[in-house]
């Protein structure tokens, strides 16, 4: 299996360029990650992403969109969310 880094940025830069996530949906992310520990990785993917009301590739270009903000981190293998209550 990718790492989960890898498996975020392989749709993203398209998404991006079509004008990027909505601000609704990126907020709905953010409450689903910080719901499940303010850590999104392999064991609650699945169910972070049915909480967020999304499939695989708008997540992928949330993460990108996250990290690059600075407001989340990409470690081996997990997401570390840095905002809604998350993290400093």
Do not use: H, W, Y
């Not at 890898?6 to 990126?26: C, H, I, R, T």
């Not at 169910?47 to 903000?69: S, Y």
């Not at 997990?78 to 209550?85: N, S, Y």
């Amino acid at each position: 299996m990718m790492a989960l880094g890898a498996v975020f940025a392989l749709a993203a830069g398209s998404a991006l360029a079509e004008g990027g996530p909505k601000p609704e949906a990126v907020d709905a992310f953010v409450q689903a990650v910080a719901a499940a520990g303010c850590v999104l990785d392999d064991s609650n993917r699945a169910g972070v992403l049915k909480a967020a009301g999304m499939g695989e590739p708008e997540a992928e270009v949330i993460v990108l969109v996250l990290v690059q903000d600075g407001r989340a981190v990409l470690e081996p293998d997990r997401l570390v969310l840095k905002t809604g209550g998350c993290g400093s």
